[in-house]
């Protein structure tokens, strides 16, 4: 079943297995929220004669939809470790102090919701309540931090425009080398460029600042250009 709109589905969560989703994705039938999971086929099937590289599921939601199963979820893990349903017993949050506790509940982006409610339970424990006017409090200067569009490396940035004109070199001394060099220059370039940071409300935006996106830009332009000039200069004039 599935909303007959245009709007795309969006990366809500990823899992290794199908089992890891179970929960998530009983929460969505539930709800009868409208989910779709992916699983895109590995680039190589397998390394070293095992596992397949990032075998990882995707679900993903409609971004309307996010701010509301984050929260559902977070509440009916809380509800659940309150009832004594899951145990808190051996959890590696239960060394963290409160101030640490309350940066976890604060960053569910960073955690996972069901890290934020247990979070949220131990601080309960420990006579430190969070009422639900804090928890909007906390929320909302956690959105408006991912909102800042970042900085890229200065360091990067410098060595991007040296593989974009020294790279090449590299083809007449190892294919390799410069074939990694190539997908080096195209994806630090194309990540500086795109890439996109969606926040816990389903909200997308480009991650890098606009100075740390026109070089990425520029640098993927470049790359792109030296290596045709490389190509026709090594196989047309070449000759």
Same mark, same amino acid.
């Given at each position: 079943?599935?909303?007959?709109?245009s709007?795309p589905?969006?990366?809500?969560q990823e899992?290794?297995?199908?089992e890891?989703?179970?929960?998530?994705?009983?929460?969505?039938? =539930?709800?009868?929220?409208?989910?779709?999971v992916?699983?895109p086929?590995?680039?190589?099937?397998?390394?070293?004669?095992?596992?397949?590289v990032?075998?990882?599921? @995707?679900v993903?939601l409609?971004?309307d939809?996010?701010k509301?199963?984050?929260?559902?979820?977070?509440?009916e893990? @809380? =509800?659940?470790?309150?009832?004594?349903?899951?145990s808190?017993?051996?959890h590696?949050?239960?060394?963290?102090?409160?101030?640490?506790?309350?940066?976890?509940?604060?960053?569910?982006?960073?955690?996972?919701?069901?890290?934020?409610?247990?979070?949220?339970?131990?601080?309960?424990?420990r006579g430190?309540?969070?009422?639900?006017s804090?928890?909007d409090?906390?929320?909302?200067?956690?959105?408006?931090?991912?909102?800042?569009?970042?900085?890229g490396?200065?360091?990067?940035?410098?060595?991007?425009?040296?593989?974009?004109?020294g790279?090449?070199?590299?083809?007449?001394f190892?294919?390799a080398?410069?074939?990694?060099v190539?997908?080096?220059g @195209?994806?630090?370039?194309?990540h500086?460029?795109?890439?996109?940071?969606?926040?816990?409300?389903?909200k997308? @935006?480009?991650t890098?600042?606009?100075?740390?996106?026109?070089?990425?830009?520029?640098?993927?332009?470049?790359t792109?250009a030296?290596?045709i000039?490389?190509?026709v200069?090594?196989?047309?004039?070449?000759?």
């Amino acid at each position: 079943m599935a909303k007959q709109v245009s709007i795309p589905f969006i990366t809500f969560q990823e899992f290794h297995t199908l089992e890891d989703a179970e929960i998530l994705l009983d929460l969505l039938k =539930k709800h009868k929220i409208y989910y779709k999971v992916e699983a895109p086929k590995p680039i190589m099937d397998t390394v070293m004669g095992g596992s397949p590289v990032t075998p990882k599921y @995707f679900v993903k939601l409609y971004a309307d939809d996010f701010k509301k199963v984050n929260l559902l979820f977070e509440s009916e893990t @809380f =509800k659940a470790l309150q009832e004594g349903k899951i145990s808190t017993e051996g959890h590696f949050l239960e060394e963290f102090t409160n101030e640490e506790l309350k940066e976890v509940v604060k960053k569910p982006d960073e955690w996972s919701p069901e890290s934020a409610a247990m979070a949220r339970h131990l601080l309960h424990t420990r006579g430190f309540d969070l009422d639900d006017s804090t928890l909007d409090t906390l929320r909302e200067e956690r959105i408006s931090q991912i909102g800042q569009p970042k900085k890229g490396s200065s360091g990067w940035i410098v060595a991007l425009y040296i593989l974009s004109f020294g790279g090449i070199s590299f083809f007449f001394f190892s294919l390799a080398a410069y074939m990694a060099v190539v997908c080096i220059g @195209f994806g630090m370039s194309q990540h500086y460029w795109r890439d996109i940071t969606t926040d816990p409300h389903g909200k997308r @935006f480009y991650t890098f600042d606009s100075a740390t996106r026109l070089h990425g830009k520029v640098n993927f332009g470049l790359t792109m250009a030296m290596n045709i000039l490389l190509q026709v200069r090594y196989f047309v004039w070449g000759s």
